[in-house]
């Protein structure tokens, strides 16, 4: 139990902050309805009402804002916009409709209009309705017949507000005046208590559980009047709305994030692929010319085991020869019983030119190459004129050892200049000028290695090279 006097009550109820927190909230109402008048404003000024086929804004107003005061109150607002505006710098003195609606007739002349405001604020620099009315009869006096302006009726200032009297009872037995009646007539200062007033005159600040059940307290939830309470319903709405918009742009967004994600994710694993391709390609060419270089020592091993079997037959028959023709050392004689062998075994074995003019279908170029590489080989180790004649003729260089020596250097670059070439050509996309910083180290072997390459790659040679070509043209002439 809690005997309350005046002061006692007045901080029981945080009367600063709850005054403040009513006048804000009205304050707040007023900005939105004149925040409102310039979208209204706009509908009747564009008349874009007719889109929803009203032939009038009366209309418009009857219809879709009949719950907000209908056209009464939205001519009511458009006339307080206009006073505002009329006002010029003063307008802002003006915190409401009410205020603006005696002002309203001097709206069309601002000079009685600016002299009303500032006589109003002169009187109280706070003005009310009242204090407006009052500064527009003194600037512009009424004509007779017509009444002054008056505001609405107002609570006096040293009058509390009248609240409906509620007679309840104590109904808990364990309140010291359980089983009297009170009168509940004041505000209750939260949801859980009421003030009650004995009929001994004392006040007392009863808990809600403790009254009887039967009696209902007043509402606790602020009350506005029916304009306000749509409006701030239809804001709610509105709130509502633009929640569910946002969340749903939201949504949208992820989602759309989520796919951006999924698209960079998929396009890094075809770059990964195309490159594991190229990798992939890249061993199968190099593990293809290895198998080449293979084949050809295989051919190459195989014929100088044929060479070598064949010395070994002329070994044996300068052997049978009688030793009287021969003497301690090799004569003339004897050299070209030798040459003439070794000749008539070459020509029995391979016609070396028949061959150079027309190499075997298989791997000819190889095959040729290699035999070329151990004729010379032969022909330093015999030193036989005819053996370094048939290497010139297959190596297609003159018949010199130095010449044979150097054209021997130039073809063993030949696979290694191949497989750099094959290694630019598999890229997916590439220049002109990334081929020829490859080629031109190996310029001086260009017809060898051209000879090697397939058709395809030679075509996308020539077609790189015409296109460098004609961007270069291109280019001069834009210059």
Same mark, same amino acid.
């Given at each position: 139990m809690l005997t309350l006097d005046r002061e006692e009550?007045?901080?029981a109820l945080h009367y600063d902050d709850l005054n403040s927190s009513i006048k !804000? +909230?009205?304050?707040t109402i007023d900005q939105f309805e004149l925040q409102a008048v310039e979208q209204i404003r706009l509908m009747h000024d564009e008349r874009m009402y007719r889109i929803a086929g009203y032939k009038n804004?009366?209309?418009?107003?009857?219809?879709?804002?009949?719950v907000y005061g209908g056209y009464r109150?939205?001519?009511q607002l458009l006339g307080a916009s206009r006073v505002i505006v009329a006002a010029g710098e003063l307008g802002s003195q003006i915190k409401n409709e009410r205020q603006a609606r005696p002002l309203l007739?001097?709206?069309k002349e601002p000079e009685k209009l600016i002299a009303a405001i500032a006589l109003a604020l002169e009187l109280n620099p706070d003005p009310s309705e009242s204090d407006f009315a009052a500064a527009a009869n003194k600037v512009a006096p009424m004509p007779r017949g017509k009444k002054p302006f008056h505001s609405e009726p107002m609570v006096p200032k040293n009058q509390e507000p009248l609240v409906p009297k509620n007679v309840i009872t104590i109904s808990s037995p364990e309140h010291p005046r359980y089983g009297q009646e009170g009168v509940i007539c004041a505000e209750a200062p939260n949801t859980s208590q009421q003030i009650v007033t004995f009929s001994d005159g004392e006040r007392l600040l009863v808990n809600n559980t403790d009254l009887d059940a039967a009696?209902?307290?007043?509402s606790t939830e602020r009350t506005y009047p029916p304009e306000y309470t749509e409006a701030i319903a239809a804001l709610k709405e509105q709130h509502k709305l633009e929640l569910e918009r946002l969340s749903q742009e939201l949504r949208i967004g992820l989602q759309a994030e989520v796919n951006a994600r999924a698209e960079a994710q998929v396009s890094e694993q075809i770059q990964s692929m195309h490159f594991l391709y190229n990798q992939q390609k890249e061993q199968n060419i190099q593990l293809q010319q290895r198998l080449d270089e293979m084949e050809g020592l295989r051919k190459l091993e195989t014929e100088n085991q044929q060479l070598h079997q064949r010395i070994q037959e002329l070994e044996h028959a300068l052997e049978e020869r009688p030793s009287q023709q021969w003497g301690n050392t090799m004569t003339q004689q004897a050299t070209k019983v030798l040459n003439k062998q070794v000749k008539l075994a070459l020509e029995k074995t391979i016609d070396l030119r028949s061959l150079a003019a027309e190499p075997p279908k298989e791997n000819a170029t190889e095959c040729l190459r290699l035999m070329g590489m151990a004729l010379k080989n032969l022909s330093v180790a015999m030193n036989n004129t005819q053996a370094l004649e048939a290497a010139a003729i297959i190596l297609g260089t003159s018949p010199t050892q130095e010449a044979i020596a150097t054209r021997t250097e130039q073809l063993q670059l030949l696979p290694v200049a191949i497989s750099e070439i094959r290694q630019v050509l598999a890229r997916l996309e590439f220049t002109w000028q990334e081929f020829w910083a490859v080629a031109e180290k190996y310029e001086v072997i260009k017809?060898?290695?051209?000879?090697?390459? +397939?058709?395809?790659? +030679? !075509?996308?040679?020539?077609?790189?090279?015409?296109?460098s070509e004609q961007l270069t043209v291109n280019s001069k002439q834009l210059s």
């Open positions: 009550t007045k901080s !804000d +909230t009205f304050a804004f009366s209309q418009y107003c009857q219809g879709e804002l009949h109150r939205i001519n007739r001097l709206a009696i209902v307290s007043q017809a060898d290695y051209w000879a090697e390459l +397939t058709t395809q790659e +030679t !075509d996308l040679i020539t077609q790189v090279r015409k296109n």
